[in-house]
């Protein structure tokens, strides 16, 4: 389907850069680089190697709980596919209630609550790692939740099983690369991360300004159109690896 590998892929990446980006996630870069490995931030950049394996564990644990419910949001598309341009018209409208609630048009209790599962005391090892992966994954926080359910709800409307997975396998890279570039220069994220602070609020509405724009698309049936359109920009040799 044009839209899921033309447009989908592209913004499903983005998705999980911006979650990265979230306030909900990006101050507790430097907590959790140190919980996953078990190092001071200081050990951390010295046995960059032993970060990166840890950090690997972690990634591959959230990205086993995307993935599952990627298939599962397919699922459910699939089996509704009947009544897909109605799915497409609910679920493009519900994308812009996320991207709405990321602009601070209103605040709505389900999303606000907190979900995210937490780990006390992590396994030992890089098995511990990968639990904690799963754990982040299955809890969503208050930013990522608007996010990652845009994320499902467009899955859900637009993609077969196959392209599923992959959408969801796709935003977790983007969520995954900046956790993964974070642990092996810990210093250098640190003294990024106090220039970049003060500009998310503005990422934060940008994501929510992105999100309306692809609900809008979505049910109004222009996605599809705006997808067949830079289909026919894509080159050959590159769609055929799409």
């Not at 934060?204 to 359109?229: C, E, K, Q």
């Amino acid at each position: 389907m044009a839209s899921a590998d033309t447009v989908g892929l592209p913004l499903a990446f983005v998705a999980g850069l911006l979650s990265f980006l979230s306030p909900c996630v990006l101050p507790l870069i430097p907590s959790y680089v140190s919980f996953i490995t078990g190092l001071s931030l200081e050990d951390a950049g010295q046995r960059r190697w032993v970060a990166l394996g840890h950090t690997l564990m972690f990634v591959l644990g959230f990205t086993i709980i995307f993935l599952l419910l990627g298939a599962s949001a397919t699922a459910l598309g699939s089996l509704l596919n009947y009544h897909r341009v109605w799915i497409e018209r609910i679920g493009g409208a519900l994308i812009v209630v996320f991207g709405l609630y990321l602009l601070g048009a209103f605040q709505w209790g389900v999303l606000a609550r907190e979900r995210r599962f937490t780990i006390q005391d992590k396994p030992v090892g890089y098995l511990g790692s990968a639990l904690v992966g799963l754990a982040f994954g299955a809890g969503w926080s208050p930013c990522i939740g608007p996010i990652l359910g845009a994320v499902l709800t467009y899955t859900s409307a637009t993609a077969t099983l196959g392209q599923g997975i992959v959408l969801l396998l796709v935003y977790s890279l983007g969520l995954g690369l900046p956790f993964l570039i974070a642990a092996v220069a810990i210093d250098r994220f640190l003294g990024w991360f106090q220039q970049y602070r003060r500009f998310i609020p503005v990422v934060t509405r940008f994501a929510g300004a992105v999100l309306v724009l692809v609900g809008v698309l979505l049910a109004t049936g222009y996605f599809s159109l705006l997808a067949g359109w830079l289909s026919g920009l894509t080159p050959a040799f590159l769609k055929s690896r799409l």
